[in-house]
């Protein structure tokens, strides 16, 4: 079950997203609650994992994948739309092939993103890349930019932009700074 939402959220973004390109208010308005609920559904896999002890690598495999689908999904389409500077999908998709081809050889070693077998030992890369505070504060960084994003763009809700694009940065300077842990401490998955 947790595996399904995982992966039926993809889908609830892709609507969203394409919501995005019908220029209307309502349209609008229908991107931004289904990205909300597809934000949500993000923590309910987890949730529904440790719940029914679904909690498996697999499942933490479509569980990255989804996220990094569906963040990279909304910074490409918002710099399609011209809200943001290319800039941000092209940091977001760098961060991702970097740490997840990382993250894919620690795999191999038995090691996994977060959890007990975290390929993270430092403390400072355990606190970065896998405490529960990092991990909901660069969510909730991303959620809040996508929606504010989305809001400023709403009819009557203009003026929301500057601050959306102060958020963006926030998001887009975390997804950074989560992944040079990662890439920090790889040296001993390269050392044999």
Known sequence: MANFISIFRIFVAFFAI?????PSTLAYIWALILSIIAFAMDGLDGYVARKFNEASKLGSVIDIMGDRIVEASYWIIFAVLGWISPI????CITRAFTTD???SVALAEGYTAFGEKSMQSSKWGKFICASKFMRITYAVAKVAAFVLL???HIEGFEFINPY?????WIAIIL???RGLPV??????LFEK
Do not use: D, G, Q
């Open 88 to 91: 941000f999908p092209i940091i």
């Open 183 to 188: 890439v920090i401490e790889s040296k001993k």
């Open 101 to 103: 081809s990382i993250r």
């Open 18 to 22: 394409y919501l995005l390109f019908i």
């Open 175 to 177: 997804c950074v700074v």
């Open 164 to 168: 959306a694009m102060i958020v963006a």
């Open 150 to 152: 989305i809001l400023a």
